[in-house]
């Protein structure tokens, strides 16, 4: 044997499993770090969310409007009821159809005050 491969030997005995470990290990993840952000791609989802919330913004809008007209009847049958009471000085019927008219008046806003708040 040549004293070069006799040096080879002895010095590869003494390099620890770790050096010789890492000597190979890490060009190895680098590589592969390295062709992982070669491969990502960016994506980017533009109008993939009003195919989902259009529905429900839909159906908001749709009980908003009904609670709106419902809030109407109430105020005008209330208006009515005051009406009557007043006109037959009937205290009680007075302060029932006054808590229904107040209860119609916000029900019937209720859709102007959603949308003010941003809903």
Not at 92 to 116: D, E, H, Q, R
């Amino acid at each position: 044997m040549r004293k070069n491969e006799v040096n080879k030997k002895t010095r590869l005995k003494k390099e620890s499993m770790f050096t010789r470990c890492k000597r190979k290990l890490i060009p190895a993840v680098a590589g592969s770090f390295m062709a992982c952000n070669l491969m990502m791609t960016t994506c980017f989802a533009v109008s993939a969310t009003s195919a989902v919330t259009q529905p429900l913004d839909n159906l908001k809008t749709l009980v908003i409007a009904v609670i709106g007209a419902v809030g109407v009847i109430i105020l005008a049958k209330n208006v009515m009821e005051f009406a009557q009471a007043y006109q037959q000085q009937d205290s009680s019927t007075m302060n029932s159809a006054l808590k229904g008219i107040v209860a119609g008046v916000m029900m019937a806003g209720i859709s102007s005050v959603l949308t003010f708040l941003g809903f």
